[in-house]
């Protein structure tokens, strides 16, 4: 058992879009994100995400309908919801799902990470 210092662990990475491995617990994945810009339209079919805000903020897009989401607020994904995070200025998140999620769910392009980093 260790501790995890998040603002220590962000600092390890500037890159968008490609999340790392900070933490797992119950086949769950604790994950790091930054991103800004627009991310692909995308849905999981069997995993629920949770993004948690921890610096900035986002827009979360669905198809009829647009949530900010702010620092220290989250939103849940639930699994089949076609969704896209927006964000005009960087954002630092934390990520909660299941170790089996794809970052692109149905989708593969450039911007899928198949294999993530743990930090």
């Not at 900070?22 to 339209?41: D, I, M, S, T, Y």
């Not at 903020?57 to 309908?65: A, G, Q, T, Y």
């Not at 998140?93 to 980093?117: C, H, Q, W, Y």
């Amino acid at each position: 058992m260790e501790k995890v210092n998040v603002r220590e662990k962000l600092a390890l990475f500037q890159d968008y879009w490609n999340p790392r491995i900070a933490g797992e617990l119950n086949r769950q994945h604790v994950k790091l994100v930054k991103f800004q810009g627009e991310f692909v339209w995308h849905k999981h079919d069997d995993e629920d995400e949770l993004f948690y805000v921890l610096d900035g903020s986002f827009e979360m897009e669905f198809r009829d309908r647009i949530i900010e989401i702010k620092e220290h607020e989250f939103i849940i994904v639930p699994k089949g919801v076609e969704h896209r995070p927006v964000a005009k200025n960087e954002v630092a998140i934390m990520l909660f799902e299941p170790a089996s999620t794809l970052n692109t769910g149905n989708v593969k392009n450039d911007l899928t990470r198949d294999k993530l980093e743990v930090i």
